[in-house]
């Protein structure tokens, strides 16, 4: 039986919060979504857990902001 794939959203936040979790201690790390419009989520900070947080709170939007993201990390 063939295994189902997670839906694309959990694998990315899996992911991201694996990337979290693999940095090198003292490493500074932030977070910024975008959906129509740039947020900083969380500012840059050596605590994983605000980043694993705003990780799960992430939601799909029909929208993309990629270059004020950009801008804004």
Known sequence: MKEEALPILEAAQIAAKDFANNLTSGVNLGLVSFAGTANLL???TTDRGPVERAV???E????TATGEAI???
């Open 71 to 73: 801008y804004s990390a």
């Open 42 to 44: 969380v500012a840059p």
């Open 60 to 63: 799909l939007d029909q929208r």
């Open 56 to 58: 799960d709170g992430i």
